[in-house]
């Protein structure tokens, strides 16, 4: 104890989460009860990876035909991959994020948005009995060190600190929303009802397929907000530049595009990070903002190497890649963003900043290591930018 006394903060801080986290990979345990923990631990990561693997690897298709799709903007059936049978055509429908979103904001028929919610909530089937087995053996392996359940497990290095905390949280937060999100729900199946009233049909009922489609149409009709028209004022392209050039000025950055990179897809983008006004690297990121087969289907950061002081007091410099599935743009059309896709860019490059600016010794508190219960609030703040009239221009 005298010697941890004497380090210095961050060293003293990297010991003792050191030891806990050697009585958390179960140490302190005989050796029969490490060997099950370690099989436990075996089994978990391969489930884990299985699961992931289902995930990103689906490549599920709905067809619809024109009609069947009545009311999605002309854009996009811009490049639409299609399919004929019985002299009809189809377009080729994916659960992708960008064809996804679009099809249940704007699909007037209630079929067609049910038909793709199912798909998309279906896919994977073979998920179910492997998180059936993961909660099992998450349970035995929390127990094996001594904790009550998996949640005690997760939450003793977080913030919160125990299920207990979290829970009263919640439970405040429910308490304060629950009239507003009621209320809310009001307005929009009072909606769904007129809708079903002029077209001479008896109310079924509001489900999650009809969320996405009535929110839009209450924006709509109660604040006169449309979405198509919005997008018209954030390309892509210049959303970028104009999120890093607010980057830039706001950290004190200079922010370069790599000519010919090596990246892993054509549509991957590099660029290295200068202190604008002392000359110093800063690290490198990537973009890789579109999607394709395979490919994680949300918005991510990965830290791809953390900075860190070496041990002849020389820095190694971090790289991030933020992940996203934007649209791509067509020969003949940019990429248009809907201010929530906005909001998800500027979110997301907070995250790649966190990730670049952090100045640590240990790499083990580099960037987004932080407590997960913490690692989205400096994104959060962030992000209120793409709220601000003089950043939006």
Not at 108 to 115: C, D, G, L, P
Not at 117 to 129: D, H, L, M, W
Not at 141 to 147: D, I, P, R, S, T
Not at 167 to 192: F, G, H, P, S, Y
């Amino acid at each position: 104890k005298d010697e941890m006394g004497r380090l210095a903060s961050e060293d003293r801080r990297l010991m003792e989460m050191m030891v806990l986290e050697f009585r958390r990979a179960g140490l302190l345990l005989p050796a029969e009860k490490r060997s099950q923990l370690a099989a436990i631990k075996r089994r978990i990561s391969d489930l884990e990876i299985a699961f992931n693997r289902c995930i990103n690897e689906q490549n599920t298709r709905v067809l619809f035909t024109r009609d069947e799709l009545e009311g999605l903007p002309i854009d996009y059936f811009d490049g639409r991959k299609t399919e004929e049978a019985n002299g009809a055509i189809s377009y080729i429908v994916t659960t992708k994020h960008p064809d996804y979103v679009l099809l249940m904001k704007f699909a007037t028929r209630e079929s067609t948005r049910k038909a793709m919610y199912v798909a998309e909530t279906t896919q994977c089937p073979a998920n179910i009995s492997r998180l059936q087995e993961m909660v099992h053996l998450r349970l035995d392996h929390a127990n094996l060190l001594g904790y009550g359940s998996h949640s005690d497990y997760v939450l003793e290095t977080l913030m919160a600190k125990s299920p207990q905390t979290a829970l009263a949280m919640e439970n405040d937060l429910l308490a304060k929303m629950t009239d507003m999100a009621q209320r809310e729900l009001d307005e929009l199946e009072a909606l769904k009802k007129a809708d079903m009233l002029a077209a001479d049909e008896a109310y079924n009922g509001f489900y999650c397929w009809d969320k996405a489609y009535y929110m839009r149409k209450l924006a709509e009709q109660k604040h006169g907000l449309r979405e198509e028209e919005v997008k018209q004022y954030f390309s892509l392209s210049k959303a970028t530049c104009g999120m890093l050039d607010i980057y830039q000025e706001m950290l004190g950055l200079r922010i370069i595009q790599v000519s010919n990179p090596p990246v892993w897809h054509p549509d991957v983008a590099m660029y290295e990070v200068w202190e604008a006004d002392e000359d110093a690297f800063v690290g490198h990121f990537y973009l890789d903002l579109h999607p394709r087969d395979g490919k994680y289907s949300h918005a991510a950061v990965w830290r791809i190497r953390p900075g860190y002081t070496r041990s002849d007091g020389t820095r190694e410099f971090p790289v991030a890649a933020m992940v996203a599935n934007f649209p791509k743009p067509t020969s003949t059309a940019p990429a248009l963003l809907t201010h929530k896709n906005v909001i998800t860019l500027m979110h997301e490059l907070g995250h790649v900043f966190h990730n670049l600016c952090a100045h640590t010794k240990w790499s083990q508190f580099h960037g987004t290591r932080v407590e997960r219960d913490f690692v989205e609030a400096p994104s959060q703040m962030l992000e209120s930018w793409a709220w601000e009239p003089a950043s939006l221009r």
